[in-house]
């Protein structure tokens, strides 16, 4: 069954919300967004959640201009990784969304980790590595 949730990041037109979503277990999740109509704008972007998506809490921004396009947990890390992927760039947060460090200023659409070392992102004009020192 599905319920609807409604989360604190601003949706006032066709061209703002939520981009992304992901979820580190059945309980804790972050959604992502932003303006598509504003892509040199920074806005709060990141509304995480502990109980499964029933309620939401803005906790701040990327720093990546325009929308988040996509976002992963890192697994197996701690404490937990979580990076936000846009065309502007990817960004890191270790503190669940409040603050972030910026990775790098390479297009990117979408973001995936296959454990805490490897990863990948994708955007206009490919596909690359995201390596992590253990």
Known sequence: TWAEAITPLPSG???????????????????????LSEPDSTH??????????????????TG????VYGAAWVPGT????????SP??????TDRGRTWA????V????????GPVAGWAAGRGGIRALRRDP
Do not use: K, M, Q
């Not at 990141?46 to 906790?59: E, M």
């Not at 990546?64 to 929308?67: K, T």
């Not at 701690?78 to 992927?85: F, Q, R, S």
């Open 13 to 35: 037109d066709e061209s703002s919300g939520i981009f992304s979503l992901t979820f580190r277990d059945d309980r804790n999740g972050a959604a992502f967004g932003g303006a």
């Open 44 to 61: 709060a972007d990141v509304a995480i959640t502990a109980d499964g998506g029933a309620t939401w809490s803005l906790v701040g921004s």
């Open 64 to 67: 990546l201009r325009g929308a």
């Open 78 to 85: 701690e404490p937990a990784a979580l990076v936000a992927a």
């Open 88 to 93: 502007d760039g990817t960004a890191v947060s």
């Open 102 to 105: 910026r990775i790098d200023s």
């Open 107 to 114: 297009n990117a659409w979408t973001v995936a980790f296959h």
